[in-house]
């Protein structure tokens, strides 16, 4: 059809998705049970959130496209998530478990934190989870408890010992 014959005002603008974060290429989107819990509750506030939309029919349609593709986004991670159970044995840090390290240098030396390993989409510092991609998982993935990790990221290396593995 020649763009002639198309009114100016069916020319919607597709809605920008932003996108999830990304898992490395050839990486499997591993989940925790929680994890993947919190996908399936993400995707029904989503059908929720489309049900309810209101507004003149442009608002509507546009408002029902950004969340059809977040929903899209979402269901895609959902049907590759491979659960994870968390390991019984707390040997060595493993996805799903929680660290307590101890800063051994820099500003934060002599400091304690505790980090859990789970999935991308999990993945929350405020909440001291961190997803098993991240520089500092993959520094502590294998380790056991006595153990120095250490993390080659800026200036000078940052070393941590293992605590405990929960």
């Known amino acids: 059809m020649s763009r002639g014959f198309v009114r100016e005002d069916d020319q919607e603008e597709s809605p920008f998705i932003p996108p999830r974060a990304p898992l490395p290429e050839g990486v499997a989107n591993y989940v925790t049970p929680r ?10 506030a ?15 349609r546009r408002a029902q496209a950004e969340v059809d593709g977040k929903l ?5 991670r959902i049907n590759t998530a491979r659960v994870v159970e968390p390991a019984a044995a707390n040997d060595e840090v493993r996805f799903g478990c929680t660290v307590a390290l101890l800063h051994l240098n820099g500003p934060l030396a002599n400091t304690e934190r505790h980090w859990t390993i789970v999935g991308v989409d999990e993945a929350s510092v405020k ?11 993959r ?8 153990e120095v990790a250490e993390l080659n990221n800026g ?6 010992r293992i605590l405990k593995i929960t």
């Open 35 to 44: 994890g993947l819990e919190l996908l399936r509750n993400e995707r029904l």
């Open 139 to 146: 520094t502590l993935l294998g380790k056991r408890v006595g």
């Open 127 to 137: 909440e001291q989870r961190i997803a098993f991609t991240s520089p500092l998982a």
């Open 155 to 160: 200036p000078q290396p940052q070393r941590f």
């Open 72 to 76: 899209a986004l979402l269901q895609e």
């Open 46 to 60: 989503l059908e929720q959130e489309r049900a309810a939309t209101t507004g003149s029919d442009y608002e509507r």
